[in-house]
């Protein structure tokens, strides 16, 4: 949720200053820079969010499983709780 809502906001911020500084209008090497830079803030944004989803989930499937019995077996214990 975190990076939908950066690259929401990042999306925000350069869409108000597409039109405030007037790059709408511009055509040539200043368009496409402000282009370029917003791309790859964006993309930066989602690598760094992916990597922190892939570090939860590697983290997730290492992790020790704890057994439920004190015998090790894996069945519930038989007396009362």
Known sequence: MRMVLAVAVLDG??????????????????RNT?????????????????RKIRRARLAAIRAPIVSRGSSGSGSPPSGPP
Do not use: E, K, P, S
């Not at 911020?13 to 200043?30: E, K, M, Q, S």
């Not at 402000?34 to 992916?50: A, D, E, H, R, S």
């Open 13 to 30: 911020l350069a869409i108000a200053a597409f039109y405030a500084f007037g790059v709408n209008h511009d055509f040539g090497a200043r």
């Open 34 to 50: 402000f282009v370029g830079v917003w791309m790859v803030l964006t993309v930066g944004i989602v690598v760094v969010q992916l």
